[in-house]
């Protein structure tokens, strides 16, 4: 039985406003018109996504922008390889996502060091999405991507990043305002800033 406890998520943008323009998609009708100087923050579930909205979303970001997804679902649908994962002993609560409060498991990850995101954290709590059949939002650390946040064992990336065409996908969980976060946030930020794959 999941216990919900009272969690401060920072949610995608709260600290990168600053920064970045970063606009939260909740529905595809956000699709229509996709600014050429915004990060978009995709938070829409997989179902509600046609086969043609992924398409505009993959050439959008080929151009040369960047897309945050939340959902390893609809990640997969845009070149990473889905793996949800057991959350373990983690605990649940909500959050914001779209137009709907969804429970997503709080939970610890390593890092992988190996990216500027990533340099000088070992670890961060974040609150991946939880899906109904009790797995968490995450994808195969694989040759589709650069790993940022891994699960503890390793075996799966709660956090990566892939290139597509000039620009780039971040794959990630929601972050907890904690030292940690704020920094992993802060340099995802920065790294998303300088426009590099």
């Known amino acids: 039985m999941r216990k919900l406890i009272p969690l401060m998520l920072l949610l995608a943008g709260a600290l990168w406003a600053v920064a970045l323009n970063v606009?939260?998609?909740?529905?595809?009708?956000?699709?229509t018109h996709l600014a050429k100087d915004a990060v978009y923050a995709l938070k829409v579930d997989d179902a509600a996504l046609s086969p043609a909205d992924v398409d505009k979303l993959?050439?959008?970001?080929?151009a040369g922008h960047c897309l945050i997804v939340y959902d390893c679902k609809v990640a997969a649908?845009?070149?990473?390889?889905?793996?949800?994962?057991?959350?373990g002993n983690a605990q649940s609560?909500?959050?914001?996502?779209?137009?709907?409060?969804?429970?997503?498991?709080?939970?610890?990850?390593?890092?992988?060091g190996r990216h500027p995101a990533v340099q000088w954290l070992t670890s961060?709590?974040?609150?991946?999405?939880?899906?109904?059949?009790?797995?968490?939002?995450?994808?195969?650390?694989?040759?589709?991507?650069?790993?940022?946040?891994?699960?503890?064992?390793?075996?799966?990336?709660?956090?990566?990043?892939?290139?597509?065409?000039?620009?780039?996908?971040?794959?990630?969980?929601?972050?907890?305002?904690?030292?940690?976060g704020v920094q992993f946030n802060q340099q995802l930020d920065d790294w998303m800033a300088t426009g590099k794959n």
């Open 23 to 31: 606009v939260d998609l909740v529905s595809p009708a956000d699709l």
């Open 58 to 62: 993959s050439k959008w970001v080929q």
């Open 77 to 87: 649908r845009l070149g990473f390889h889905a793996q949800p994962v057991a959350p």
């Open 93 to 112: 609560t909500t959050t914001q996502f779209g137009k709907d409060a969804r429970p997503v498991a709080v939970m610890d990850a390593m890092s992988t």
């Open 124 to 180: 961060v709590t974040v609150a991946a999405l939880l899906y109904p059949d009790n797995t968490v939002s995450a994808v195969a650390p694989d040759s589709s991507c650069t790993p940022l946040l891994t699960t503890v064992d390793q075996k799966a990336a709660l956090a990566a990043v892939r290139p597509l065409g000039k620009g780039k996908i971040v794959f990630k969980p929601f972050v907890i305002t904690n030292p940690a």
